[in-house]
Nanobody, 124 residues
Framework: QVQLVESGGGLVQAGGSLRLSCAAS????????MGWFRQAPGKEREFVAS????????YYADSVKGRFTISRDSAKNTVYLQMNSLKPEDTAVYLC?????????????????WGQGTQVTVSS
């Protein structure tokens, strides 16, 4: 029912920045918690950041805290991930996900819909 399309990934040098976008359709965006996850080759899917339906509560993985910022724009049905001071270990496919219950907690099993992902590659 809900479709998610990520964009904004690419190749960047260490220390650079990228801004990822996730556009949602087919549902009521204002009711959703939204999350960003990532998966690198040979590793498990990892929580990155999330924001609840009101935008008043956010969570960040320790590995990205202070460097990444999640935000949402209800008028555009879009969630963003601003990534600064990128490191090679940030290289992964980044996936956007929807928690229809609105809580946006860190466990991936609570998210019902997922995008296809966008590749972020950070060179040394």
């Amino acid at each position: 029912q809900v479709q998610l399309v990520e964009s904004g990934g690419g190749l960047v040098q260490a220390g650079g920045s990228l801004r990822l976008s996730c556009a949602a359709s087919g549902g009521t965006f204002s009711l959703y918690g939204m999350g960003w996850f990532r998966q690198a080759p040979g590793k498990e899917r990892e929580f990155v950041a999330s924001i609840n339906r009101s935008g008043g509560r956010t969570y960040y993985a320790d590995s990205v805290k202070g460097r990444f910022t999640i935000s949402r724009d209800s008028a555009k049905n879009t969630v963003y991930l601003q990534m600064n001071s990128l490191k090679p270990e940030d290289t992964a496919v980044y996936l956007c996900a929807v928690d229809r219950h609105g809580y946006a907690r860190t466990w991936s099993g609570e998210y019902e819909y997922w995008g296809q992902g966008t590749q972020v590659t950070v060179s040394s």
